[in-house]
């Protein structure tokens, strides 16, 4: 089943590559949406696609690439918005 969720990523995870590893980490997992840098150093993605894979997906956010130190992370689920790529925004 398709489900969109709303994450934000809290810790040191700008200035680390994060966004560009969540944009390879989204497209090997057929994930669609965007990420961005927000005000205050966390990092929000929107991403939608097979439930199985976005819960791949939020595990590895927790984590982040080797050079992040995430916090934690929100998530919330939202309705669909039938992305069709996976985009960084800046």
């Known amino acids: 089943m398709r489900k969109h ?3 934000k990523v809290i810790g040191q995870v700008q200035g680390v590559g994060f966004r560009f590893s969540v944009e ?3 497209e090997s997992l057929q994930l669609f949406g965007f990420v961005r840098n927000e005000e205050g150093g966390n990092v929000y993605i929107e991403a939608e696609g097979e ?3 976005l819960d791949e997906f939020i595990n590895w956010c927790k984590k982040g690439p080797a050079w992040a130190k995430v916090e934690k992370a929100e998530i919330l689920e939202g309705g669909l918005k039938n992305f069709q790529q996976f985009n960084i925004i800046d």
């Open 5 to 7: 969720l709303n994450i």
């Open 24 to 26: 390879k980490m989204a």
């Open 51 to 53: 439930e199985e894979k």
